[in-house]
């Protein structure tokens, strides 16, 4: 096994979530540039797809030299076999760690007995993370929910995790069967804490850097998703308050506009232009419900098909936004 960084990271960590269809490379690469000590997970990708070397798969666990330090791949099945095998395939590609994804509710996730639905029968879900831990040098993480129809096994199921030689856990407060509704309980979080001794983290709910400081508490560092759409600079804020200091203001709109003209370059990049503006569309959704008459910019910006229609929309923004001279 090789020097496990876990132990050795500045506390409190900041992780950015793997969400799927937003935690590819471009968006990664811009999140760490505004807070590189960020880990980066890739969106969850099927073991069985790539230990078939399945190629639309191996282009979304691409990554560049700037995200590693430490860059995760996030892992779903069900196969001790396509595990072990996609988990070698990643190790060679110089990935720094895995990351087994037990929390994602999508049914079609759950019902392909993938994902939260391996939370039903921990101890067999033990035995898969145990042999994928043994398979590999790389650290093997898991991120997980309170359970699948309620929070009751979880400081057991947690427990024998951390048996099976996991690095790291991170909770989302919330059972499959909430998905994404009600509140995040943080609360059964901070148990499981005072039962293990591998670092803890809390995911759920954290829509800025002063409530990322609430939720903290025992916790070995927070895992930020769905705000960071809407605010890429919440991990800077947040660093900026674990750290003491009062959060740095989100940038000017000009600048936020920059942001996703960066996001367009790197993704022209990556693949090509027009791929770039698609994947942009969702970004979008995200973005302009802070701007003035963003029902409407929405529906612009959820069609865009160049780059020079989105500096058209990007102009008529700003000339919303700033009062008139």
């Known amino acids: 096994m090789s020097q496990n960084f876990w132990n050795t990271l500045d506390r409190p960590i900041l992780i950015l979530a793997p969400m799927a269809g937003y935690t590819e490379s471009p968006f990664r690469r811009l999140i760490r540039e505004i807070e590189p000590s960020v880990l980066l997970v890739s969106e969850l990708v099927s073991a069985e797809a790539l230990r078939r070397g399945n190629e639309k798969t191996m282009r979304m666990i691409e990554f560049v030299p700037e995200e590693k330090n430490y860059y995760a791949v996030q892992l779903f099945g069900n196969e001790v076999s396509a595990f072990i095998e996609a988990g070698k395939i990643v190790q060679d590609l110089g990935v720094d760690y895995i990351d087994i994804n037990l929390g994602c ?155 996703f003209r960066q996001h367009a370059d790197l993704a022209t990049e990556f693949k090509n232009e027009r791929w770039a503006m698609i994947e942009l569309r969702k970004h979008f959704s995200h973005f302009v419900r802070g701007v003035r008459n963003a029902a409407v910019f929405r529906d612009k910006l959820i069609r865009i098909e160049s780059r020079e229609e989105m500096e058209q929309i990007f102009e008529e923004i700003l000339r919303h936004e700033l009062p008139p001279k």
């Not at 993480?141 to 048996?163: N, P």
């Open 105 to 259: 509710p999508s049914p079609k996730v759950v019902g392909s007995g993938h994902g939260s639905a391996l939370l039903k029968d921990p101890c067999t879900t033990a035995k898969l993370i145990e042999k994928l831990v043994q398979s590999v040098d790389i650290p093997v993480t898991v991120k997980m929910r309170l359970g699948f129809y309620d929070d009751e096994g979880l400081i057991d199921t947690a427990k024998t995790f951390e048996s099976a030689g996991i690095s790291a856990l991170a909770i989302h407060g919330r059972t499959t069967k909430q998905k994404f509704a009600g509140q995040a309980d943080w609360t059964k979080i901070y148990e499981v804490k005072e039962h293990l001794s591998i670092p803890v983290i809390g995911n759920g709910d954290i829509t800025s850097a002063r409530i990322a400081q609430q939720k903290l508490q025992n916790l070995d560092g927070v895992m930020i998703g769905r705000a960071a759409m809407r605010n890429p600079w919440i991990f800077k804020q947040t660093r900026d308050v674990f750290e003491g200091r009062d959060p740095s203001p989100k940038p000017a709109l000009s600048e936020q506009l920059d942001f």
